[in-house]
DNA sequence: GTCTATAAGAAGATAGAC
DNA sequence: GTCTATCTTCTTATAGAC
């Protein structure tokens, strides 16, 4: 691996388990295998290097929401369930990168607050504009009630997983994932015609 | 009010809004008034003002679930549809003890992440005991259905919450409270007999 | 309890040799 | 690109006068 890459992976991983300014370079650097200021020869400074990895991350994360709703033509009650449970499985594992991009969308460095939330809201936005239009879609066909918005069931629905990754704090994610299942029959029980 | 208390008012909005590692202790002195050094005849260091703040607010926590949950006999609909709206406001305020909480129950500082774990989740597990008991009751009048387990609902009850109330970053506070009401409809629908 | 002064160390970042 | 050495600033925390 190049240095560079060597150097996302590691700073991701610390920067997602102690924050940002729980993170020293000298704390990268040395997970790195380098020294401290061979760091400032492949980013200007601390910030860049932190920005760097949340456009990745950004770019990730839409991926992956995408690739989590395409489930091939298996009906939406199955797209869904299985882009739920995707979404709860993967965000409860240890991936650094997944708990890297929730962490500093909740709770951005604040000196970086603008510039990270005006990228990841841009995120955001796309992601829930794809659900949104699953969800109506399955109201013209029949499935989801209309007693809603599609807007609404799609925001309930993010609502709902990222309430249940939160529950990584206490419970096992292997938990959290019988739990889901469990939710999932509340949620979908709410949003059926 | 007391200089100590002022301490801890200051810190809590502090730490909440620059989480621990980005709070100094210059920064607190200077919110408080005084100078750094006498912040330390009050506490022995950084880490015992913030565990302090945390049993506070522990303590806070479950008193203000208690008292959402208590709308007297109004029926178990109207009483969850009340304690739900009053959290989603709650939280979804610019409240320095609210954002304490959630901050640091997710993400705790990692020297003090046992203290914190054990001491919130023993405060989380008491909370949930009692919205499981409602939902038993709700079962057991009727109200609620028995396809779904008291534990299931009351658990995707706080899971939605956290969820809603994680928008503030994208939303307004008024928005999320206008999405919480639409969110609960899906919520009922799903757990009502 | 609060202050000034100061210690002791860690932080981000740069200079310049190799 | 990586290193050693160094700078500056900021950090937590203490000593000791008032």
Do not use: C
């Not at 992976?9 to 704390?27: D, H, P, R, V």
């Not at 995707?86 to 607050?113: C, E, I, K, M």
């Not at 990841?120 to 659900?131: A, F, I, P, Q």
């Amino acid at each position: 691996m190049h240095t560079k890459e060597k150097i996302k992976k590691e700073s991701l991983e610390l920067f997602a388990l102690l924050g940002y300014e729980g993170t020293s370079m000298a704390n990268i650097a040395e997970n790195v295998g380098i020294k401290k200021p061979s760091l400032y020869a492949h980013y200007k400074n601390k910030e860049s290097l932190f920005l760097d990895l949340v456009m990745d991350m950004s770019t990730d994360y839409v991926k992956f929401i995408e690739e989590s709703l395409d489930q091939g033509n298996v009906g939406i009650e199955k797209q869904l369930y299985k882009a739920f449970l995707t979404y709860v499985h993967d965000w409860t594992q240890d991936d650094a990168g997944n708990q890297f991009y929730s962490r500093f969308l909740q709770y951005p460095p604040q000196p970086l607050a603008k510039q990270l939330t005006d990228t990841l809201g841009e995120t955001e936005r796309k992601v829930r504009g794809l659900l949104t239009e699953l969800m109506r879609d399955g109201q013209q066909k029949g499935i989801l009630t209309n007693e809603l918005g599609a807007e609404t069931m799609a925001y309930t629905y993010f609502a709902l997983i990222e309430g249940l990754v939160t529950e990584v704090v206490f419970y096992a994610p292997e938990d959290i994932i019988e739990q889901a299942k469990k939710s999932w029959k509340v949620y979908w029980r709410g949003i059926k015609a």
